[in-house]
């Protein structure tokens, strides 16, 4: 399949070369100018279990790229996906579907404010990544994909999307209820994410404190009641187990979350589109989310503070 990433930081470069490998005519495209010449200088610098190897995909920023694809990963931060949309407007042909796996809530209006027509796939990764450099990421662990077309996608294409990602080896699966699973994700990050930033702690550290499970509790129940409203069946008693399940120290506990790293290197977070959505939500249809709101506001000051420019 000729697949296009569209944003090919750690996740994009990761899936990128796991498409790559099993077959695929993978481009990357991303923003990045250093990014993008130490890829097609070096090739793309892949570490995993201990090994190195450098792979050999092209690079290129949005305007450079002239190709029909059959499918767009799109793969930014969440806040990045309606620019990156509009730099890839010319490869959105009737033939090109377009798959976003990128964490967060609203990513969908978004994408359908900016591009009403396209042939939409949404979902939700539990593979991770780590952007280590220009070129170069380390990949541990394994993951899953669940994803769910949203608009024009014909059954054919679902299945054809879902073999060539087995077919890569990232345990990719349908789903008829794919808002639930990424609204339990933003809810575990909501939790997760900001309360190990806001407190400088890898999530196992999180158990220390009998503090932060009242907090928990709280930005949870908050979430249920949005989601309740906007027809997500997602139950505290749900998002819990899954935030429970990864306090372990096998599991992400030994880890400084995502947002932790972003304001350790000065960059800007994906609150908006985690509890600041819930507090945004919230104030729409008159449901109290001041827990939401203040973590949101929290994490504001910290990325005000750290970020550098
Ligand atoms: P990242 O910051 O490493 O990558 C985003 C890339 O997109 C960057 O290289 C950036 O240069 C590029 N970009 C942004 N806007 C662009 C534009 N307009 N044009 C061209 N390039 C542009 O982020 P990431 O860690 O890969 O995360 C991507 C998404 O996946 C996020 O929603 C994140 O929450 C989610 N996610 C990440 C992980 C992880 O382990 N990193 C795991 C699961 C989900």
Not at 175 to 181: A, C, Q, T
Not at 191 to 208: A, F, Q, S
Not at 263 to 292: F, Q, W
């Amino acid at each position: 399949m000729k697949i296009a990433i569209a944003g090919s930081g750690a996740m994009g470069s990761r899936f990128g070369y796991m498409l790559h490998q099993a077959g695929n005519q993978v481009t990357l495209i991303d923003l990045w100018p250093e990014h993008i010449s130490t890829i097609n200088t070096k090739g793309l610098s892949v570490e995993s279990a201990g090994e190195q190897k450098f792979v050999r995909i092209p690079a290129a920023f949005p305007e450079d790229v002239h190709d029909d694809f059959d499918l767009i990963l799109l793969f930014t931060k969440a806040m990045q996906l309606s620019d990156m949309l509009k730099k890839i407007a010319h490869l959105l042909t009737e033939n090109t579907a377009v798959l976003c796996l990128s964490n967060g809530i609203g990513n969908l209006e978004n994408i359908q404010k900016v591009a009403p027509h396209i042939d939409l796939l949404v979902g939700t990764t539990l593979w991770t990544s780590e952007l280590v450099g220009p070129g170069s990421v380390i990949l541990n662990g394994s993951g899953y994909i669940e994803f769910q077309a949203i608009e024009n996608v014909s059954h054919e294409t679902v299945n054809k999307i879902n073999d060539v990602l087995n077919a890569a080896g990232l345990n990719a699966r349908p789903s008829n209820n794919v808002l639930l699973s990424i609204w339990k994700k933003a809810c575990l990050n909501g939790v997760l994410n900001t309360l190990c930033t806001i407190l400088d702690c890898k999530i196992m550290e999180l158990n220390k404190s009998q503090y932060t499970s009242v907090l928990t509790k709280r930005i949870v129940a908050e979430f249920e009641s949005v989601a309740k409203a906007k027809d997500i069946p997602l139950t505290a008693e749900l998002a819990l187990k899954t935030i429970d399940a990864s306090l372990a120290p096998d599991q992400a506990g030994d880890h400084y979350p995502s947002m932790h790293q972003d304001i350790a290197s000065g960059r800007r977070t994906e609150i908006d589109y985690l509890n600041g959505a819930i507090a945004r939500m919230g104030k729409e249809l008159n449901i109290p989310t001041p827990t939401n709101t203040l973590i949101t506001e929290l994490i504001h000051a910290r990325e005000d503070i750290a970020v550098k420019n």
